[in-house]
Nanobody, 117 residues
Framework: QVQLVESGGGLVQPGGSLRLSCAASGSIFRRSFVGWYRQAPGKQRELVAA???????DYADSVKGRFTISGDIAKNTVYLQMNSLKPEDTAVYYCNSYSDSLGYDYWGQGTQVTVSS
């Protein structure tokens, strides 16, 4: 069982930046898809950014140009750099590691991001 722990959330002003980390207890990069999701109160969970073990990335239209996902294989950690934050970005952010070929789907507990003046 791989454990995922998110960190780096907090309260920031609009236009500010945060760097979220997703630390895994084991390897999450081989034949896997790692994504950052978020869920705001009263809304469904949505995929924000994703990265594959091959380094390919993708982003939701709402965060393109502002968020960057990256990974550190040696540290088994995935990051989400969040710039130019908006109040609409306020949500609980979750890290997910999924592999269809290896048969796992792991989720972290989430970290709160609040963007407010």
């Amino acid at each position: 069982q791989v454990q995922l722990v998110e960190s780096g959330g907090g309260l920031v002003q609009p236009g500010g930046s945060l760097r979220l980390s997703c630390a895994a207890s084991g390897s999450i990069f081989r034949r896997s898809f790692v994504g950052w999701y978020r869920q705001a109160p009263g809304k469904q969970r949505e995929l924000v950014a994703a990265i594959t073990s091959g380094g390919s990335t993708d982003y939701a239209d709402s965060v393109k140009g502002r968020f960057t996902i990256s990974g550190d294989i040696a540290k088994n950690t995935v990051y989400l750099q969040m710039n130019s934050l908006k109040p609409e970005d306020t949500a609980v952010y979750y890290c997910n590691s999924y592999s269809d070929s290896l048969g796992y789907d792991y989720w972290g507990q989430g970290t709160q991001v609040t963007v407010s003046s």
